[in-house]
């Protein structure tokens, strides 16, 4: 009887003790980050995107080759040199070896900075599911719990992550931090390199990483430190569902989507933990906060509507210049 009673204390002392090292894991992000801009006078894309195929990466021309992403630029800072002087910026990271350099078995690296320990994927090694699709090298990852963020969503197909070319010239002021920068061709998507300067909402009011675990059905729609196709490293904000995407069944049901065929595109974008009713969040200043799974997301676009009633208050806090004075929760 006495287990009994007191075993729940102990899960609840241990969650906290859980949610404390993630929360520290965050904030070392953030002055990694914070670092990685001192060093270059901006922050890292969430990924750098290629098209067309290079001397250095011969490919077929219609395939997107994502090159550096964050949690690559970002390993110098976090005390990982060693890891990153195996990367070769110029080839993707599907690459077994080019240059001398080996970039596949980067990818398949395990970075436990990158891992939540109250995340149940963490550490585990799985195919990402957007690298199944016959386009990729697929190989085993390991899965990790925190992704980058890219801007925000006012429903339909209209977010900042990989497709700056919509999103980007109609909409800007859904861009967030960590965004793609597209390379190839010299007409898509965006260019906007962002740096604190370009924060016009303030840094204590912008997030720069969120927490994304395992969605408990669907472990390859997991987030890869390294992984060649982006969405599984950053993740853009919809509207609906936005934080309970680890809840995969949920999270279509809000959205609105079970059963679709559009690959549930609300939830793989999303953000999501398995800590008690939220989830730590890093902000552009390096600061953590928590986050409630309640917290306004927003009724869509319309044309009369505000960017606070579009996008919601997490909308905002995912974009660097909506013109909107909100603050984190």
Known sequence: MLIALLLPAVQVAREAARRMQCA??????????????????????????RQKPTTTDPSTSNLWRYFSMWGVALLPFLEQQAAFDMYYGAASLQNATLGSKQNQELAKTRMMIYECPTDPGA???SIPATENHGKYTAFQQYQTSYRGVAGANTGGGWWWD??????????????????????????????SIESIASITDGTTNTILFVERHQPETQPRRSTYWSSVPSNHLYTASPKSATLISHDWELCLSTCGQSGST????FCKRSAGSYHTNGMNVTGSDASVRFISNNIDV???????????QMIGIWGCLCAIADNESVSVP
Request: glycine share 14%; proline share 3%.
């Open 162 to 191: 990989e497709d700056g070319g919509a999103g980007g010239t109609a909409r800007a002021y859904m861009r967030g931090i960590l965004h793609t920068l597209y390379l190839q061709p010299a007409t898509q998507g965006s260019k």
């Open 298 to 308: 927003g009724i869509g676009y319309a044309a009369n509507r505000t960017n606070l």
């Open 123 to 125: 550490g585990i090694q």
């Open 24 to 49: 520290n894991k965050m904030k070392q992000l953030g002055i990694a980050s914070h670092n990685y801009h001192d060093a270059y006078q901006q922050f890292p894309f969430g990924a750098v995107d």
């Open 262 to 265: 559009n690959q549930a595109n």
